[in-house]
């Protein structure tokens, strides 16, 4: 996970597609919504330069949350790990988001339940 504090741009997308394809062997599966950043020249590029040797995306809806598993996520860090935190800054706020997901990490009923909600499978 990496976070912004301002709207990312294609060259931060391509950026992060290749920093898990440094950290996930094999193939890579991405599921993104239709967002112009996704499927902007610096993406579309670098997929026709090699990068889809290894990645399958997936594209959901630009705007249908309901079939977003990551919106779920973002459910449960907000209304769950992160209930009741208060920050003094951005940096503290950051600090506390990194322990809450790695909390997460370690509940492995959280993420495919977040795939059930959305009503998608996570087996091949």
Known sequence: MQ???Q???GAQVVAF????LRHIPGKLLIIWDGARIHHCNAVKEFLAAGGAKRVHLERLPAYAPDLNPDEG???YLKHVELRNVVCQDV???RYELRLATA??????HVIPGC???ARLS???
């Open 122 to 124: 996570m087996s091949p």
């Open 7 to 9: 709207s990312i741009c």
């Open 17 to 20: 597609v290749r920093h898990l």
């Open 103 to 108: 909390r997460v990490r370690h509940k492995a």
């Open 115 to 117: 795939f059930a909600q």
């Open 3 to 5: 976070v912004h504090e």
């Open 73 to 75: 996520i973002w459910r």
């Open 91 to 93: 940096e503290e706020l």
